[in-house]
């Protein structure tokens, strides 16, 4: 491979010169010396197309005079190297594409495709995509940290961009925002296991290019620092228009605030509501819209200018939270639990096909049967009707917990308490599924106040502890502070002692050398730093060892690296997450699924931080994660466990809800969590009362 570099103070740039793509992107300045374009790793697997996919190269289909052609630039036929310059060129009968590579008087390094039409008659080009791979893949978490991205993608139109955030959490941060044409969505490619995103692709909506005439594409990378700065040096960059709301789902019959802002006052400005005209307002430099929606269902808002230009900001519709909580819970006593006492499962809340409207029986083939077993993941419907019926005391639904209990203590588990993932014990003997069935029954104990459900919580964080120990594993360990608590409470000192010491000791393990090791199951995913944090809060408050407050503020930069800000109900405030739908899905689909139901374990981790420091922003952020999940639950009470996001994955069509509802109920628990913790979580309504 021929290497072409172009090293500024800035940027370090590294071309392949056999096919005119970027093969490096770095800062010069950067201690860890990270690549930002995708970097094989010998621990991942990748399709051997993967090749084809190098950054800048694409696809797009030519129609003129009737007739379609293919265009795929893989090798250009000239390249032209000047100093901080570089102009490769690809040819087709109809057209050539100059692909130009420079950096601004700002240090800014740009790129630009230009379509000039060499043909004499008009050329429309036709689903057009571009590939741009950052670095996001996952080949261990000590690399991850300090030398792979999470690319949060905003597909826009006029105003698109891609900010890639160092896992780690430490500046410089890479952004590039689309300066000249429309991006329509994007696709991901090359994605065939867990760890790594794939090759993001993105779609270009048609072109008309005259004869002799030409179009072009361009974006822009600069460094920054974070969110804050991402959209404070973005916005003065031609059509960036930033688009927000306080609110991303609401009520139906609640106010939809919201406001398009630019560095330049917009001419010739239209504001849109799901394609219909509205009114608007403009002052200066910022246009707000206000809309009501009176029916469920999403809401975009989209603004026109300058003839041309168009972005919108996505936003969601519901009946209430409360409607939706209630409907949800009676669909799973309904629907969702296993009623024929001759199966073993009797009693187990279950995975439900909503394409097939019935249990599904876990008897099909599929890639990992243990994601759709009775037990594991799907513990999240018990808890939350556990907590749910907390509030309600409903004695349907208490019945329902009461078969589900005997079915979890019966089957799941053996008469010591270890835990197995179905009612055989034939299936995964995990970790995690340890603390989630401690956590039913503390929800159970809050319901009754039988001391029999604390007893079997206490026995099973024991059982953990001696099969698993030393205590050296990621698990999602939530409501440690709310179990040594609950003994207390219960006069049970010196079991609130024993289960104390076993939480110290593993806090002691968080809380000391690397900030993440290595996942067990997936090599390393932004939930990792979440989980910690949230159980060193709880040990911290327990026992008010200033080292474990540390360790949990030293989690934040990681978690905010992982979250994103594009305006849009499924990303904004949203864990990036890829790889769900295949596993938990009926459709086994790869690629990007937000909104996922563990990016609720974030909201719970700002609203911790929003306690600790009582930054409104980190209760914004929590309750902007919170709404964002109920996006995955319908008004007949059904669910799914994943949107799929993307347009395309691997060439499968995507924008679509699996037809399984599976683990998705965990966010339900959360957002229960959230308006009952002591922070009184002010605009959390409790039940009984509207959300708005």
Not at 22 to 47: G, L, R
């Amino acid at each position: 491979m021929k290497l072409l570099k172009c090293v500024t103070s800035f940027f370090d740039v590294q071309y392949d010169k056999e096919h005119g793509s970027i093969s490096k992107i770095a800062h010069p300045e950067d201690s860890s010396a990270m690549n930002w374009v995708f970097t094989k790793d010998a621990s991942i697997q990748y399709p051997p197309s993967v090749e084809h996919h190098k950054w800048g190269l694409g696809s797009c289909v030519l129609e003129t005079e009737g007739e379609e052609t293919p265009f795929e630039w893989y090798r250009p036929v000239s390249c032209v190297e000047q100093e901080h310059k570089s102009e490769f060129t690809y040819t087709n009968r109809h057209l050539h594409l100059v692909v130009s590579r420079q950096f601004n008087d700002q240090g800014e390094f740009q790129e630009r495709y230009r379509f000039v039409n060499t043909s004499g008659a008009m050329v429309r080009i036709k689903k057009m995509g571009i590939y741009t791979p950052f670095n996001d893949n996952y080949p261990g978490a000590a690399l991850c940290l300090t030398n792979r991205c999470n690319a949060h993608i905003w597909a826009g139109g006029s105003t698109s961009y891609i900010n890639a955030m160092r896992m780690g959490g430490d500046a410089p941060h890479l952004a590039m925002v689309i300066s000249d044409g429309f991006v329509a969505g994007y696709s991901i490619l090359d994605k065939i296991e867990t760890n790594t995103r794939g090759i993001i692709v993105l779609n270009f909506s048609d072109m008309d290019v005259p004869a002799g005439g030409h179009s072009d594409i361009s974006w822009t990378f600069f460094w920054h620092k974070g969110w804050e700065d991402f959209f404070e040096k973005a916005a003065p960059h031609k059509q960036f228009v930033k688009a927000s709301t306080e609110r991303y789902i609401v009520p139906v019959g609640d106010s939809i605030h919201v406001f398009f802002d630019t560095a330049k006052q917009l001419e010739g400005v239209q504001c849109f509501v799901n394609d219909a005209p509205v009114a608007f307002a403009q002052e200066g430099t910022r246009i707000s819209v206000e809309h009501v929606p009176r029916k469920p269902g999403d809401y975009v808002f989209s603004i026109r200018w300058n003839g041309n230009q168009a972005t919108w900001l996505r936003t969601h519709a519901i009946s209430s939270f409360q409607q939706l909580l209630e409907k949800r819970a009676t669909f799973i006593v309904e629907h969702q639990q296993m009623n024929d006492p001759q199966d073993e499962r009797f009693g187990a809340y279950m995975v439900y096909d909503n394409e097939a409207r019935q249990i599904y029986r876990n008897d099909g083939k599929r890639c990992s049967p243990a994601d759709t077993d009775e037990g594991a993941e799907r513990l999240g419907m018990g808890i939350f009707l556990a907590k749910y019926c907390q509030e309600t005391r409903d004695a349907v639904l208490l019945h329902s917990l009461e078969r589900y209990y005997a079915f979890v203590r019966g089957k799941l588990q053996t008469t010591d308490y270890r835990v197995y993932s179905n009612a055989t014990r034939t299936s995964r003997h995990r970790h995690y599924n340890y603390p989630w069935v401690c956590q039913f029954y503390l929800e159970m104990y809050k319901l009754t106040a039988d001391l029999k459900y604390l007893h079997d919580s206490l026995n099973t964080w024991l059982e953990y502890y001696e099969v698993w120990g030393p205590c050296k594993w990621f698990s999602h360990i939530v409501g440690a502070r709310e179990m040594v608590d609950a003994l207390a409470a219960a006069g049970l000192a010196r079991e609130r002692q024993e289960l104390l010491g076993h939480f110290v000791e593993h806090a002691d393990f968080f809380a000391s050398g690397d900030a993440i090791p290595d996942g067990d199951e997936v090599s390393y995913v932004g939930l990792l730093p979440v989980v910690k944090a949230l159980f060193l809060g709880d040990v911290y408050a327990l026992t008010q060892e200033r080292k474990y407050l540390d360790e949990v503020f030293r989690m934040l930069p990681l978690i905010m690296a992982i979250t994103g800000e594009q305006p849009d109900f499924r990303l904004n405030g949203v864990q990036i997450a890829h790889w769900d739908g295949f596993w938990f899905g009926k459709s086994e689909a790869w690629g990007d699924s937000m909104p996922q139901y563990y990016t609720v374990l974030s909201a719970e981790a700002f609203m911790q931080y929003y306690e600790l420091t009582g930054d409104k922003d980190f209760f914004r952020k929590s309750r902007t994660i919170i709404e964002s999940v109920f996006s995955l639950f319908f008004e007949d009470g059904s669910a799914s466990c994943a949107y799929i996001y993307p347009d395309s994955v691997n060439g499968r069509a995507g924008k679509f809800y699996d037809a399984f509802a599976n683990d998705q109920d965990w966010s339900l628990y959360y957002y229960l969590r959230a308006r009952t913790r002591p922070a009184k979580a002010a605009g959390l309504h409790p039940a009984g009362r509207r959300h708005g």
